[in-house]
């Protein structure tokens, strides 16, 4: 089974079946050359939106530990619409200016930086934190408008690309098995102080519906049901809310906490950089600018390679424009109080649905306007639901590894490495960089130097240095 389509092939033939309206929507989007129409679209980004709600409770959870006013978690609530907001914002201009059916929200690992690295360990105040996540989105957009961003797209060789998106596949999976019981996730991979990870338990009741999940999501697959991997979703929460392992929904609205304590902070956290602070200031700026950098080209090559967007010479179309819309969503997460706004890798979900134009993401990006009122639904879907459909995600993910030749190793070794290391690093970041530092190394040592571009060469640099700079510096902090 294959998630890729073929973009290459001959126009279909001419004439809409919509009127009107929907027609308007249709052509905007394409819907004709993509062979998609209203009904995948919906469902595709009811996909994604579910399998990343979880950001909506998650994020607020970890932020709120920096944030706060007088006290941890005081401002969860704002934090939870700021969330919504930002995630809606980026994904909306992901939708109508780079045209593609990925989400946005606050990262996972760069929210966890943020607090617990920059404001808990570094003592920098959030407010100047916010500022430096402010600036950051301001350096991409110059980036990305001065096309320098694209260019290291292109850079990427193709063995790096397939082997993101296998890397990304396993990370999914990972993500939705190794949730822990406590918070409401599968339990299925859990943490051991001998062995590192071991296979959870079934005593758990969140193990086995997890596992119930995946059977029956993939009944669902195996059985062409269209929408299936949301149906997978709902019946296993549904499924858990009746037999009382998960705390079904309290109503279905609730009124929001607008985040008026955090809109604007990152302008006044510019006024709190000073002599004392500068340095740990541009230390953060740089780190954030990295991983966000590399963790986005990551997820648009990972993703997009399994869309079948990447063309014939390696290049993501409209590239520069979700690079873009990624460069405002964190500019405009900041400046409402979030970390950095990143595109998602469960957008591969609804990617599998059938997602292929912007309508999935407008669809997304109004989930996640309604989840402002419907907070008590979306916050009531447990982490085990999802598991099942993180995982068959990352099954059709995996699909792409046969395309590595596994008989060189100038091929083999970077691309290893790079399905390695996105996992258990825990960072797409991580395994790109071990990846792109590998490939033009390991292509030298064959005698095969001219086959590796400058471009790919000074992406190996800048990831040399950030694995440099960010050992130093932290390393320096950390004692």
Known sequence: MSTEIDLKRSEPPSGSPYTGWQAAIANYFKFGFYRTNFKTEILAGLTTFMTMAYILVVNP??????IFLSQPKDLFGELVVSTAIASMIGTLVMALVAKYPFALAPGMGMNAFFAYSVVLTLQIPWRVALA???????????????????????????????ATTVG??????????????????????????????????????????????????????????KGALLWGIIGTAILGWVLGVATPPTGLIAPPVWPVHLFGQAFGGLGGINAGN?????????????????????????????AGYIDENG??????????????????????????VTTFVESASGVAEGGRTGFTAVVVAALFALSLLFGPVFEA????????????VGVLMMMSIKTINWDDLAEAVPAFLTIFF???GFSIAAGLSAGLISYPLIKTFQGKAHEVTLITWILAAIFAARFAFMAIRFGAAAS
């Not at 990305?144 to 961003?149: A, G, H, I, K, Q």
């Open 61 to 66: 959870l970890i932020l709120s530990d920096a």
């Open 132 to 162: 430096a996540v402010f600036v950051e989105g301001l350096v991409f957009i110059a980036l990305t408008v001065t096309d320098l961003r694209r260019h290291l797209i292109t850079a990427v060789p193709e063995v790096i690309k397939t």
């Open 168 to 225: 990304i596949g396993l990370f999914l999976a990972y993500i939705g098995l190794s949730g822990t019981v406590e918070t409401g996730g599968a339990g299925l991979i859990v943490a051991n102080a001998v062995t590192k990870t071991t296979f959870g338990s079934f005593v758990q009741p969140q193990t086995i519906l997890a596992t119930v999940g995946i059977f029956m999501t993939v009944f669902f697959m195996v059985r062409r049901i």
């Open 278 to 306: 500068i340095i740990d200031f541009i230390a953060v700026l740089l780190v954030f600018l990295f991983v966000d950098m590399f963790d986005t080209i990551g997820t648009l090559a990972g993703v997009g390679t399994q």
């Open 315 to 340: 290049e993501l179309p409209r590239a520069n424009q979700a690079l873009f819309a990624d460069a405002v969503a964190t500019t405009s997460g900041a400046i409402i109080g979030n970390s950095a």
């Open 381 to 392: 879907i447990p982490g085990f639901a999802t598991a099942p459909v993180l995982t068959i």
């Open 422 to 424: 996105i996992p258990f």
